[in-house]
């Protein structure tokens, strides 16, 4: 198909798409105007029944907790897929990283840009540990503390070098933590089976509302969200890295 | 007030998404992807969406453009 | 409003998939795909939106805070936007491994030089 057909192909479905829209947008409630029942519902019951304030999380972790289930495997697949799509094929070598490479000598970064690194790393686990501790609490939690915390990795590469982060880099623990997260969740869900309860249950106690640790199994769940996320961007991040950095074809015919 | 703050994180929204798509070069692109998510970022807190401003900041602060910039200096080191 | 609001959804999903249909390259296009997706949320919380609502979090609020905004709505769509990134990025290790087997990005070059 030429790119003028397909364009025209596009502007044809694209008209049709557009009302199908337009008519499917326009039987909404308008903007604004009312919160379905069940929303209502649970921003009334949330804070007495689970003993959290931020309801997001109560719904997120207990009453659609099994969406969220799904949600992580969708997560750990898509970063298993990166990890089989990025792996050194056959007729590629890991050379040595261009940064210490004889030939190209890049300075290496000064003193002050290590010590911002250093400093700022540990500034985003703290923020990280901090967004998944108190998500039951105020709005965060494993979904974006678990990326705060992956990004205090990238922070050492941008301030030192490849070397410096497959160094501090254990690549078992990233996918064990990215494994064990995954599992975790399940194994929480579990212990409502074992409680004689359906799964997912939220048979820990619950604590005293507007404590850290309050909400049952809704902080612990999401420490292994948290666990999983970071560990997953964390490869994600480090696959691409080492295909920039390192993964070379080999010359010559293939 | 709030529907003006909510009406103007729309309209930058729908503008920088324009713009994202319209931008051809992946590099340029990775920056306008930034404005744009800056904007849904505040399009959600203006709806009083904490929980997802704040993954959206993490996620489009960090996690896209890292990995466009990665992918594309993977293909520029390719084509050396 | 509600016609700004609802024709910004419908807006940024087709402008997404127009990038799409016109891209010249597989970079620019995952990102187009993401713009796409983003309309998704926008939705969600459009529909979970009240006037004058607040936040769904019971921490610190006045004596007689009002109504909150639709707190499902903001749950469904906190771990699209995480996991939509993860799915770009595997979106994007395929377009990388696409170059590396047909030093291309474009994808009309792709078909070309398919045998």
Not at chain 2, 1 to 24: D, H, N
Request: aromatic share 8%; hydrophobic share 50%; charged share 15%.
């Amino acid at each position: 198909m030429s790119r003028r057909a397909r364009l025209m192909f596009f502007a044809v479905a694209a008209a049709a798409l557009a009302v199908t829209l337009g008519v499917g947008l326009a039987g909404l409630p308008s903007f604004g105007s009312q919160v379905s029942a069940y929303a209502r519902m649970l921003n009334e019951v949330s804070g007495r029944q689970r003993h959290v304030t931020d309801v997001v999380s109560a719904i997120t972790f207990d009453y659609r907790g099994i969406d969220t289930l799904f949600e992580e495997f969708i997560l750990l697949g898509a970063v298993t897929g990166i990890s089989v799509l990025l792996r050194p094929l056959s007729d590629e070598t890991r050379q040595l990283p261009e940064d210490k490479a004889p030939d190209r000598g890049i300075p290496p970064p000064s003193p002050a840009v290590w010590l911002l690194a250093v400093f700022l790393s540990s500034l985003l686990v703290l923020t990280g540990l901090e967004t998944v501790t108190h998500g039951t609490l105020t709005p965060g939690g494993g979904f974006q503390g678990g990326v705060i915390l992956a990004s205090a990795l990238y922070v050492v590469y941008l301030g030192t070098n490849y070397r410096t982060v497959e160094r501090y880099q254990p690549d078992a623990l990233l996918e064990s933590s990215d494994g064990v997260g995954a599992f975790g969740y399940v194994f929480i869900g579990l212990l409502g089976l074992m409680a004689g309860d359906v799964f997912l249950t939220n048979v820990v106690g619950l604590g005293v509302t507007g404590n850290p640790i309050s909400g049952g199994i809704i902080p612990l769940l999401n420490l292994t969200v948290g666990l999983e996320v970071a560990g997953g961007f964390a490869i994600l991040a480090s696959e691409f890295l080492d295909q920039t950095a390192v993964i070379r074809t080999k010359t010559g015919p293939r | 007030m709030s529907e003006v703050i909510i009406a103007v994180a729309l309209i930058w929204v729908a503008a920088s998404g324009t713009a994202v798509v319209l931008t051809r070069d992946p590099l340029r692109q990775a920056f306008v992807a930034g404005f744009f998510g800056l904007g849904l970022a505040f399009l959600y807190l203006s709806m009083q969406a904490g929980d997802v401003a704040l993954s959206q900041i993490v996620v489009g602060a960090i996690a896209l453009p890292l990995i466009v910039l990665l992918a594309m200096a993977k293909v520029r080191k390719d084509r050396e | 409003m509600s016609v700004l609001a609802y024709g910004v959804v419908a807006w940024l999903f087709l402008v997404g998939i127009y990038g799409v249909v016109t891209s010249r390259n597989l970079i620019h296009l995952v990102v187009c795909v993401s713009v796409a997706q983003s309309a998704t949320d926008v939705l969600l919380l459009e529909i979970g939106y009240r006037n004058g609502g607040h936040a769904p979090v019971f921490v610190d609020l006045p004596a007689h805070p009002g109504p909150a905004v639709d707190a499902v709505m903001q749950a469904l769509a906190l771990t699209d936007v995480v996991v939509g990134a993860a799915v770009t990025a595997l979106l994007m290790a395929l377009a990388v491994q696409v170059h590396k087997r047909a030093g291309t990005l474009d994808p009309d070059e792709l078909r070309a030089t398919r045998e």
